[in-house]
């Protein structure tokens, strides 16, 4: 049997748990404590998280979107393929160390999507940066935990509530489109981004083709 072993890890500013990289028969993961919040093998609900959206938002020249956070890249690579090539895209990401990881560890997984010039990184919490930027964006993808009612990091709980919400929609330029990734169905969440001035569509999908564990997407059309 080959063995699991630990690549790297890292404290999460502001919580306690540390956040690790785990590498095993050629395939990485993270997690924090006993909770994995992702493995390279299996991304086919994030990157639907994109195609939804990058469709939802339909043609549209010198897009500016926003992808929060960053993980093991393959949001930010489908991201990519979607948009145009006059794009920007703006990649936060909380933890210094997965930025650095993406470059020496499992980048390759996703394509090395930071290597592509229309991309721009910032260190930080999305939360931030959303409210330092009004009517700044395109598109906004949120996939930074494990969803509205299934947190890993409890100081997320902000940016899915109708406060943070808001937030994210005042970020938006007319008729943009929040994206947002969730583990769990979060049956509520639908009626809570309507009430925040969003038109939404519910996306439910499985973690690998039709097997696995349930994921949903929501898209939310700024009205
Ligand atoms: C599940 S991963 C994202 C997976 C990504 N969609 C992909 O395709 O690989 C969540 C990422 O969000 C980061 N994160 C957590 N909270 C954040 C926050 N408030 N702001 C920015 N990034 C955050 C985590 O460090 C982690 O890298």
Known sequence: MKPRELVASAMVPGEAAALQCWRHDGAYSLWIGRT???SSRVHESEELLADVVVQALGPRPASRVLVGGLGMGFTLARTLVGVGADARVDVVELVPEVVAWNREHFGHCA??????????????DVGATLVESPDAYDVVLLDVDNGPEALVHPGNARLYAPAGLLVARAALRAGGVLGVWSSAEAPTFAGRLQGCGFTVTTHRTRARGRKGPRRTVWTAIRR
């Open 36 to 38: 994995e919040l992702m």
């Open 111 to 124: 394509g090395k999507p930071l290597d592509d010039p229309r991309v721009h990184v910032i260190i930080g």
